[in-house]
């Protein structure tokens, strides 16, 4: 059992206790839990043992799904600090955001991690989607990339991101560009695109193609997907859409999503464009 379930033993319900969620994702000293509605009413004396547990300022409580093209979370403080901004650490970078504007999943940070070690001498990178920089950043610090595009169209995500490549120090790799992808992404200029999206990330793959230099590259394209397609739906998907000669696609998952629903990544190795 969870410490967190443990130290709510007494104090809820036993047959409410088993719903407590084993954990929560921590930015910085915000913590960000999710609870199922049976436990909305006690979302208070949750978030007061979790404060009483040390390391943790703020207690925000998620209460819907990432919303519109801002991809603004959908959160609100319950207890401590009311801040919803904050500074993270992960991975030799530090990410400052506000987890109630800004994107940013801890679940992630094994494909970030994963993309910013496969990236080789010299390349040239496009975000697409690049947040605060949870890409890009780690990219430019622990890869070896020339140059990296940061696309973001939420203005508070993109000023956030400029102040993160400032505090990082890769202010001469990253160069972040505001606006809808579409309208102002670079074409014909990276070696590997990353379209971090989810959920309409497909509907991007034509203009990954567009980004990518004319004898190909890498796409690292993300979608959420019921278990039972999460092969043949994003196959499908980047052979219809993206516009290039298929030479190498793997799909990989990240994470479980929702029951019955996985986040996956699928690595494309791209050619020439298609003619016709």
């Given at each position: 059992m969870s410490w967190l379930r443990e130290s709510l033993r007494g104090v809820l319900p036993e047959e409410k206790l088993g719903l407590v969620p084993r954990g929560f994702q921590r930015l910085g000293r915000i913590a960000v839990i999710s609870l199922p509605d049976e436990l909305m009413g006690e979302a208070e004396v949750i978030a007061a043992k979790i404060l009483e547990a040390g390391g943790i300022e703020t207690v925000a409580l998620r209460t819907g799904e990432i919303e519109g093209w801002r991809r603004r979370?959908?959160?609100?403080?319950?207890a401590g600090k009311p801040t919803t901004e904050t500074?993270?650490?992960e991975d030799g970078c530090v990410f400052r955001l506000d987890v109630a504007e800004t994107m940013f999943s801890k679940g992630n940070l094994d494909e970030r991690r994963r993309v910013a070690e496969s990236v080789r001498d010299g390349e040239v990178v496009a975000d697409l989607f690049a947040g605060v920089g949870q890409f890009s950043i780690p990219i430019a610090r622990r890869g070896r990339a020339g140059l990296v595009y940061a696309v973001e169209k939420n203005p508070v995500a993109y000023r956030y991101l400029c102040e993160n490549v400032r505090l990082n120090r890769v202010g001469d790799r990253v160069v972040p560009i505001p606006g809808d992808c579409r309208e102002v992404a670079p074409r014909g200029v990276a070696d590997r695109v990353i379209l971090g999206i989810i959920h309409v990330g497909h509907l991007y793959l034509p203009l990954a193609g567009e980004v990518l230099k004319e004898e190909g590259g890498i796409v690292h394209y993300h979608e959420t997907v019921p278990e039972k397609?999460?092969?043949a739906r994003p196959i499908r998907r980047v052979a219809e859409g993206l516009g290039r000669e298929i030479r190498k696609i793997e799909v990989r998952t990240v994470k479980k999503y929702a029951p019955g629903v996985v986040h996956v990544v699928?690595?494309?190795?791209?050619g020439p464009r298609r003619s016709g």
């Open positions: 979370p959908a959160v609100r403080v319950i500074l993270h650490r397609l999460r092969l699928v690595d494309v190795h791209a």
